[in-house]
């Protein structure tokens, strides 16, 4: 571990509030992280306060007024930059990633790839902030629309995805001109840490303005300064959606943005015409990976009646056959939920899934002994369910999988849409027809809808994010950039007359 930190130039004690490449003297509490996969303490952090908060924000709208006259191909070139070192620090970032969030190492590297890839996508994007023209119905006057940059971005990320998130925020917002306060989660401080000194050294090299990236470690408490400072005009939310909607109302209140990525309650619909070796692997990677702690696990699972006693028997087969152990081990397929208050969270949603009628298909529980030593490992379960049944309405994270039947495909829709949210949904089908049902306006009524892939895992090409309860942002791919930007008409008259709009007149 110690070799790790040394690599990613952090140290046991850390401040958690910076500028860029100046950490403050933070004023707040110590916050200790603690790695799940074997209960040790990794490292201790300064939280910050709201003076340090102050200092941070202050750094922030003054990076922004130069920042925003750079060209953009400039500041495409500063993300190329970052998009280099972090090329370079792959490995122990990766690392640090699966050993302070407890996912996979082939996921925390694949993580880090995350984040060289929309370091990439925004370099091009930094050469197609792309505006429109129109015809006036004035004579002599001309119509176009470009985009501007919007100030200073919030962005507050989860413990599951540490460093991916950030960076879907970050880099758009940079190669669009923006200056950004990032509030990482505070069960993953040090990744959070690594990202900032990474940055800070090319920012150095670079010659960026101070206050251009902006890191402010803390509770619930700086959510909630970000979500009330009106020199914020946009904050970007990833997490529960009861903290999504607190955000939302906080912004809202002082009419500013919010782009927000909540709460997923994933479905794979399985049709009659399934192939059901694809499903199997689409399935269990979808419902244990990350040890469910995705916001696009697959949590609910809808079989078609004539393949249900098959597909079943399939998946306790392939259960029996997971590995359950240090994420940092590639023999292991399942590591350990984040803590212990996730732990509580999976064996109570378990208990209450049974109560309401729930039958266990595969048995979950918590592991213990050598190996699992910090109480954080528990065993993947499946539960057959009533599709209505209230704990299935709710997102669990953890590896739970709830199961259903269906007659027909209508069927399964309605079911899978009935959840309040609507992140992402998958069909198994080798039936052209069914899969154009599932992916019309009355079929899937999530963000992402897949056809023969499983509701896990995106690329950096599309735009992410959902509907409903998942609160209808977009992070990412596409054209999600014009979130970080705000669009401008304009109307230039190049004669020596003033016509008016709709033909109206007026003489002095």
């Known amino acids: 571990m110690n070799s790790i930190l040394k690599a990613l130039e952090l140290q046991s004690l850390e401040s958690g509030a910076s500028t860029g490449r100046r950490f403050l003297k933070a004023g707040g509490t110590l916050l200790e992280s603690y790695s799940p996969v074997d209960g040790a303490l990794m490292g201790s952090v300064t939280q910050a306060g709201q003076a340090d908060y102050e200092q941070v924000m202050a750094a922030a709208v003054t990076a922004f007024q130069e920042w925003r006259n750079v060209p953009a191909p400039r500041r495409g070139e500063f993300v190329r930059l970052l998009g280099e070192e972090f090329r370079r620090l792959k490995e122990p970032l990766g690392q640090l990633v699966s050993y302070e969030m407890g996912k996979s190492l082939q996921e925390g590297l694949g993580e880090v790839q995350e984040i060289i890839d929309i370091c990439d996508f925004a370099v091009g994007l930094s050469r197609q902030l792309y505006g429109l023209t129109m015809h006036s119905e004035r004579p002599g006057h001309r119509m176009y629309e470009q985009w501007h940059p919007l100030g200073v971005v919030g962005v507050i990320s989860?413990?599951?995805?540490?460093?991916?998130?950030?960076?879907?925020?970050?880099?758009?917002?940079?190669?669009?001109?923006?200056?950004?306060?990032?509030?990482?989660?505070?069960?993953?401080?040090?990744?959070?840490?690594?990202?900032?000194?990474?940055?800070?050294?090319?920012?150095?090299?670079?010659?960026?303005?101070?206050?251009?990236?902006?890191?402010?470690?803390?509770?619930?408490?700086?959510?909630?300064?970000?979500?009330?400072?009106?020199?914020?005009?946009?904050?970007?939310?990833?997490?529960?959606?009861?903290?999504?909607?607190?955000?939302?109302?906080?912004?809202?209140?002082?009419?500013?943005?919010?782009?927000?990525?909540?709460?997923?309650?994933?479905?794979?619909?399985?049709?009659?015409?399934?192939?059901l070796k694809l499903v199997t692997v689409g399935v269990v990677f979808g419902a244990v990976g990350t040890a469910g702690q995705r916001c696009t696990t697959t949590r609910r699972l809808i079989v078609h009646e004539s393949v249900y006693a098959d597909l079943t028997r399939i998946l306790v087969s392939a259960y029996a056959q997971l590995r359950i152990g240090d994420p940092l081990d590639s023999n292991n397929h399942v590591g350990p939920l984040i803590d212990q208050q996730a732990v509580q969270a999976y064996t109570q949603a378990i208990k209450k899934a049974q109560e309401q009628?729930?039958?266990?298909?595969?048995?979950?529980?918590?592991?213990?002994?050598?190996?699992?030593?910090?109480?954080?490992?528990?065993?993947?379960?499946?539960?057959?369910?009533?599709?209505?049944?209230?704990m299935v309405m709710h997102e669990t994270f953890a590896p739970i999988l709830y199961v259903h039947s269906c007659r027909d495909l209508n069927q399964a829709i309605q079911i899978q849409n009935s959840v309040p949210q609507g992140l992402s949904s998958a069909l198994f089908t080798r039936n052209l027809l069914e899969a154009e049902q599932f992916l019309s306006a009355s079929g899937s009524d999530c963000g992402i809808a897949n056809i023969n892939?499983?509701?896990?895992?995106?690329?950096?090409?599309?735009?992410?994010?959902?509907?409903?309860?998942?609160?209808?942002?977009?992070?990412?791919?596409?054209?999600?950039?014009?979130?970080?930007?705000?669009?401008?008409?304009?109307?230039?008259?190049?004669?020596?007359?003033l016509p008016l709009a709709q033909g109206i007149r007026f003489e002095i």
Not at 371 to 384: L, N
């Open 158 to 275: 989860a413990f599951n995805f540490p460093v991916a998130v950030w960076s879907w925020n970050a880099m758009l917002a940079w190669v669009c001109g923006n200056a950004c306060v990032w509030k990482p989660s505070e069960k993953t401080p040090l990744t959070a840490l690594a990202c900032q000194k990474i940055t800070a050294r090319v920012m150095e090299s670079f010659g960026a303005t101070e206050g251009l990236s902006g890191l402010v470690i803390g509770g619930a408490q700086v959510g909630e300064w970000l979500s009330h400072d009106s020199r914020i005009p946009l904050v970007s939310a990833t997490g529960s959606t009861r903290m999504g909607k607190a955000v939302a109302t906080a912004v809202a209140g002082r009419l500013g943005r919010s782009l927000l990525e909540l709460g997923g309650n994933n479905a794979i619909i399985v049709s009659s015409e399934a192939d």
């Open 453 to 497: 892939i499983g509701t896990s895992g995106a690329e950096i090409g599309g735009a992410f994010g959902g509907e409903k309860e998942t609160g209808g942002g977009r992070e990412s791919g596409s054209d999600s950039w014009k979130a970080y930007m705000r669009r401008q008409t304009n109307t230039i008259n190049y004669t020596d007359r």
């Open 357 to 390: 009628g729930g039958s266990v298909l595969v048995e979950g529980g918590v592991l213990s002994g050598s190996g699992f030593e910090s109480g954080c490992y528990v065993k993947p379960c499946v539960i057959e369910i009533a599709a209505d049944a209230p």
